[in-house]
């Protein structure tokens, strides 16, 4: 099961404008598009929207692995790219050059390693694969709950990349239907009982 939540990682960042969506909504929110791609994985391997409780247990299994080994070395790549133009010599540019290409390549093992952890908490919380297509529903349930514990709220365009990353994840859906889902989900967020 662990490479198939790489697999499904890799395949729906690909689709049109989910790459774009998932980096705005990693800025805006502060959110980790690792686990923005595991609650769509959820949502699409199970019928039911996993809990506050699992989801959760997934933020603190990935956590610390997120904040002191993905965003350094996300931090320092794109310093990088920003520091490069300030080396006087050409040489030394494409030396760092050379070193950011490293760091990405390292970033992207890292959250391979992520995306592994969360997996192997799937099997734990008795996610398998149901071989339909899965529930834009249950997946945009786990969307909300999830990027209702952002450090920001969330704004009219984030919602907008949400319903991009949702229909990226369940690719018969457009975006607006994606949209209406989410505003389901939201509605049903906001009443049910906590």
């Known amino acids: 099961m662990t490479d198939s939540l790489w697999d499904y990682a890799l395949t729906v960042y690909r689709r049109p404008d989910v790459e774009r969506a998932c980096l705005a909504l990693q800025a805006n929110l502060e959110v980790d598009v690792d686990l923005l791609l595991f609650c769509c994985w959820m949502g699409a391997r199970q019928a039911e929207a996993?809990?506050?409780?699992?989801?959760?247990?997934?933020?603190?299994?990935?956590?610390r692995w997120q904040d002191e080994v993905v965003r350094p070395l996300r931090a320092a790549r794109t310093q990088l790219k920003i520091e490069i133009a300030d080396l006087p010599l050409?040489?030394?540019?494409?030396?760092?050059?050379?070193?950011?290409?490293?760091i990405a390549a390292h970033e992207l093992e890292a959250e391979r390693i992520e995306l592994a952890v969360l997996a192997h908490l799937a099997e734990d919380l008795g996610a398998g694969d149901s071989g339909s297509a899965g529930s834009p529903a249950a997946a945009a349930a786990n969307l909300v709950a999830y990027?209702?514990?952002?450090?920001?709220?969330?704004?009219?365009?984030?919602?907008?990349?949400?319903?991009?990353?949702?229909?990226?994840?369940?690719?018969?859906?457009?975006?607006?239907?994606?949209?209406?889902?989410?505003?389901?989900?939201?509605?049903?967020?906001?009443?049910?009982?906590g």
């Open 90 to 102: 050409e040489s030394l540019g494409e030396a760092a050059r050379r070193l950011r290409t490293h």
């Open 147 to 193: 990027v209702a514990s952002a450090r920001r709220a969330p704004a009219p365009d984030d919602w907008a990349a949400l319903a991009t990353l949702l229909a990226g994840a369940f690719p018969g859906e457009t975006v607006v239907a994606a949209r209406a889902v989410l505003a389901k989900a939201r509605k049903s967020g906001a009443t049910a009982p």
């Open 50 to 63: 996993i809990d506050d409780t699992d989801l959760a247990r997934a933020r603190r299994a990935v956590g």
